[in-house]
């Protein structure tokens, strides 16, 4: 069965220091997004992309958040200058379609750790 | 944009018996409701949803039952397990399309 795959499973990074998650979305899904988990926390949208561009976003994901899919495959989260409250468990999510009617399958998560 | 609340946060049944979990939602045009189980430091699992067009969908041991009007669904768990141990989450969509805003989560303990 294919499966949304995230690298790594863990990161830890200084303060101040960009950090990269990256994704490969399931081979036919259009749709992609990540969210973020902070522990014991519910499950927060960050950003919708679509056709090479965010569709959407939300009020978290602010100028030190950036998203790119640099080729067929790839899906990135880039955090400029992480801060301590940026540590979380990151999801990225793929859809099929668009619509509000099919299921979102998630990865198996990103732990960041920031000290 | 779209709003979920969820409850409880906390929930806890004897093994055999049933549980259930309540959603609102806020935005009249969503029409997609899903519930993720999501284990201890595990991805969310889709384990069930409904579309706008039924108001009730049941597999096997799990259903989930929607009111439009007054805009709430919930999953209804019969005959509780251990393994049913888990945090639920409920979700809909924003503005009736992508993506998924979820609630703040039920801890469900099956206790044997």
């Known amino acids: 069965e294919p499966e949304v795959t995230q690298t790594p499973s863990h990161q830890v990074t200084q303060m101040g220091q960009e950090v990269i998650l990256r994704c490969v979305p399931i081979?036919?899904?259009?749709?992609f997004y990540w969210y973020r988990q902070i522990l014991g926390q519910k499950v927060e949208f960050l950003v919708s992309?679509?056709?090479?561009?965010?569709?959407?976003k939300s009020e978290i994901f602010d100028d030190q958040f950036s998203v790119e899919r640099p080729d067929g495959s790839n899906f990135t989260l880039k955090i400029r200058s992480t801060k301590l409250e940026d540590s979380a468990m990151y999801f990225c999510?793929?859809?099929?379609?668009?619509?509000?009617?099919?299921?979102?399958?998630f990865g198996q998560g990103t732990r960041l750790t920031v000290v | 944009g779209e709003n979920v609340e969820q409850h409880p946060s906390t929930l806890s049944v004897q093994e055999g018996d049933s549980a259930v979990i309540k959603c609102t939602y806020s935005?009249?045009?969503?029409?997609?409701f899903p519930w993720y189980k999501q284990e201890l430091g595990k991805r969310p699992q889709l384990i069930i949803d409904?579309?706008?067009?039924?108001g009730e969908k049941k597999d096997q041991r799990i259903a989930v039952t929607l009111n439009k009007t007054a805009k709430h669904f919930s999953l209804h768990i019969t005959e509780t397990q251990p393994e049913d141990s888990a945090v639920y989450f409920c979700?809909?969509?924003?503005?009736?399309?992508?993506?998924?805003?979820f609630g703040k989560g039920t801890r469900l303990s099956v206790i044997a």
């Open positions: 935005d009249s045009a969503s029409n997609y």
């Open positions: 979700a809909a969509p924003r503005s009736g399309n992508t993506p998924l805003v």
């Open positions: 999510a793929s859809r099929r379609e668009g619509q509000g009617t099919t299921e979102a399958f």
């Open positions: 992309f679509y056709n090479n561009e965010i569709s959407e």
């Open positions: 409904i579309r706008s067009n039924v």
């Open positions: 081979s036919n899904h259009l749709y």
